[in-house]
């Protein structure tokens, strides 16, 4: 069986609710080797109220959880009967099974969040030297400063109007000088 993503209704305003339940009765029922990672996808925002700057986090879908399940009956049921869940979205009718997330659609929602699903390969090295392929450095040459693996983001010190200047960058925005 096959782990994937479902999206999960819920009451307005319970998601956090809902996967604090969820991952109670994941651990309650014994479910871990069929239920995983539940998500609510926020981002943050920044407010400003009375001339102060706040960071909020804002939900990317009210009403909706993800959960990465190996869809079977028992972990359709743990899923469906938690507290504040309405239903899975996808599914034709109340005994029917969910249509998973399409990987993309996954992958986009994880690295919007900065979780990625699947750990890319490295293959920059800190004090490599690259060319930026894209963005507003695009042809820009720097040497490697520090990678963060997990978030797919690199630092590269870029040699701009005579001063070395760190410049945050995707990993699909360099390549390696040959």
Do not use: C
């Given at each position: 069986?096959?782990?994937?993503?479902?999206?999960?209704?819920?009451?307005?305003?319970?998601?956090?609710?809902?996967?604090?339940?969820?991952?109670?009765?994941?651990?309650?029922?014994?479910?871990?080797?069929?239920?995983?990672?539940?998500i609510v996808?926020?981002?943050?925002?920044?407010?400003?109220?009375?001339?102060?700057?706040?960071?909020?986090?804002?939900?990317?879908?009210?009403?909706?959880?993800?959960?990465?399940?190996?869809?079977?009956?028992?972990?359709?049921?743990?899923?469906?009967?938690?507290?504040?869940?309405?239903?899975?979205?996808?599914?034709?009718?109340s005994g029917?099974?969910?249509?998973?997330?399409?990987?993309?659609?996954?992958?986009?929602?994880?690295?919007?969040?900065?979780?990625?699903?699947?750990?890319?390969?490295?293959?920059?090295?800190?004090?490599?030297?690259?060319?930026?392929?894209?963005?507003?450095?695009?042809?820009?040459?720097?040497?490697?400063?520090?990678?963060?693996?997990?978030?797919?983001?690199?630092?590269?010190?870029?040699?701009?109007?005579?001063?070395?200047?760190?410049?945050?960058?995707?990993?699909?925005?360099?390549?390696?000088?040959?």
């Amino acid at each position: 069986m096959e782990k994937n993503w479902y999206v999960v209704h819920t009451y307005s305003g319970y998601e956090n609710k809902v996967k604090t339940n969820l991952e109670k009765r994941v651990e309650t029922m014994g479910m871990q080797d069929k239920i995983f990672r539940v998500i609510v996808p926020e981002d943050e925002e920044t407010d400003i109220k009375n001339g102060k700057k706040k960071v909020v986090k804002k939900k990317v879908f009210p009403g909706y959880v993800l959960v990465e399940i190996i869809m079977t009956d028992d972990s359709w049921y743990v899923v469906r009967n938690t507290p504040g869940v309405t239903g899975f979205v996808g599914s034709s009718g109340s005994g029917s099974k969910p249509t998973p997330l399409l990987p993309e659609e996954i992958d986009f929602i994880l690295k919007r969040m900065g979780l990625e699903e699947k750990n890319q390969e490295v293959h920059f090295e800190i004090g490599e030297t690259v060319t930026v392929k894209e963005g507003p450095f695009a042809n820009f040459t720097g040497k490697v400063e520090d990678l963060d693996v997990s978030k797919g983001k690199i630092r590269v010190m870029v040699n701009m109007f005579g001063r070395e200047t760190p410049v945050e960058l995707d990993f699909g925005q360099i390549d390696k000088i040959s």
